[in-house]
Structure formats: structure tokens, C-alpha cells
């Protein structure tokens, strides 16, 4: 008992009790699963590591794991499961403009807005940076060919998190851009990656002349290496 004490994070009892007081006046069983996690992204303790001013409390992994404890051990639904929250979301506090923040973070938070992860493709397994789909600029627009392949959630997500090539001139890990495309669109197509079982756990994505709004760039032209590394960060 002496260890666990001596290893629980500082500030750990502080934020338990807070976590506490605030389920016992907020948590209901009745509640729509939408109502709950509209009242849970409003308190912060969806996702804690976030700052206070986009839906969290600015805790260390440490403390947030304790509030993961407190919700678990009150019987509290926890915040919605997926990319967004996992991926999407770290990566535009990071990298996104106020406007971002403000446009995907409460959609994923809320679990309003799925998403999934547009990265690997074919011949770009292991080198990520050798990717081929082209993004070309359109006025304020980018149109977007290529192929994307193992990606879970596609068929039901409203958005990816998509690297292109921007720049074919440059060292390849500098002529990659990081956007936010949406999916249900004429020039996304995905086919299910079906195993032996039967099972659909993956798919292939087909981007023919699909189209990108040039405000949905996260992190700024040619500089998706640098939010791509953010998510992979995320993801490990």
C-alpha cells in the first residue's frame, strides 16, 4: 500500500475529489448518450489533457488517468471513442489555427463528427514520407488524387486526416500538407479490405478529383510532416 501511495501522481486526491463532486451533480443514467457527452465536453473532464479553453483542464497523462478512474468507478459513460478524440483532435490543438479549433474540436469531443486516418497507401507502407497522392490547388480549394489503404472507420467517418504531396519540387518530407477532408463526397471512394473470416476491419480509399477547402490545411502549407508526427505521436 506504501508503493502505491508513494507513486500516485501529486494532485492525484485533489482532482478525484473534484471529479467526484462534480459526477454526483451531473451524471444521470437518463440522459441521451448526445445530451451526456455535450454536458461532459462542457466540464472539461472529457478530455483533461486538453487546455481549459478547448474543452479540457491542461492535467499531465498522469492526472487524467485518474479521472478515467473516477468515471469508471461511478458508472459515468466515458468520452467518445475513435481518431477524432484519440488523433484528430491532439494534432489540431497543436497545429490548428483558432478558427480549426473551433470548427472540428467540439464535433469531436462531443462525438458529433467521426474520423479517419488517410496515411499509409500502397508503396508508402514503412516510408510514410514517399507517399504519391497529389493535393493541386484550385482557387480555395484543393483537388486531391490518390489511393489510401488500411484505413478503419472509413466507411462511417465524416472526416480524414490527409497527407498529400503539395510540393513534388522539395525534399519529400518537406512537400507534404496535413488536411481535414471531408468523406462523403463524389470523389472518395472506399472499398472494404475483407479477410478470409468475412470481416471488413479495413479499408482502401479511392480519391478521384475529391476536393479539400483550402482553410482545412492544419499546420500550414507543406508542413504536414510536422502535424503527421504529432498524430503518430498520438497513436503510439
Request: glycine share 10%.
Amino acid at each position: 500500500m506504501a508503493i502505491v501511495e508513494e507513486t500516485r501522481p501529486q494532485g492525484a486526491d485533489e482532482v478525484a475529489s473534484e471529479v467526484r463532486a462534480w459526477l454526483a451533480s451531473n451524471w444521470d443514467p437518463e440522459l441521451t448518450l448526445a445530451e451526456w457527452w455535450e454536458r461532459l465536453a462542457d466540464s472539461g473532464w472529457a478530455v483533461p489533457t486538453w487546455p481549459e479553453e478547448w474543452f479540457g483542464k491542461g492535467l499531465t497523462g498522469d492526472l487524467a488517468a485518474v479521472v478515467s478512474r473516477e468515471l469508471r468507478a461511478a458508472g459515468a459513460v466515458g468520452p467518445p471513442a475513435g481518431l477524432g478524440l484519440m488523433l484528430a483532435g491532439p494534432t489540431i490543438v497543436a497545429h490548428g489555427s483558432e478558427e480549426q479549433k473551433r470548427r472540428y474540436l467540439r464535433p469531436i469531443v462531443t462525438g458529433q463528427e467521426a474520423w479517419c486516418q488517410l496515411f499509409s497507401e500502397p508503396g508508402a507502407g514503412s516510408d510514410l514520407a514517399s507517399l504519391q497522392c497529389r493535393a493541386v490547388r484550385d482557387g480555395e480549394e484543393w483537388v486531391v488524387n490518390g489511393q489510401k489503404v488500411w484505413t478503419s472507420g472509413a466507411q462511417v467517418a465524416d472526416l480524414g486526416m490527409l497527407l498529400a504531396r503539395t510540393d513534388v519540387d522539395v525534399p519529400k518530407h518537406r512537400g507534404i500538407s496535413y488536411f481535414a477532408i471531408e468523406m462523403d463526397q463524389p470523389g472518395v471512394d472506399v472499398r472494404p479490405l475483407r479477410e478470409m473470416t468475412g470481416r471488413a476491419l479495413f479499408n482502401e480509399v479511392f480519391l478521384d478529383d475529391a476536393r479539400v477547402t483550402h482553410d482545412a490545411l492544419i499546420g500550414g502549407l507543406n508542413n504536414g510532416w510536422m502535424a503527421a508526427m504529432t498524430t503518430l505521436a498520438n497513436e503510439r
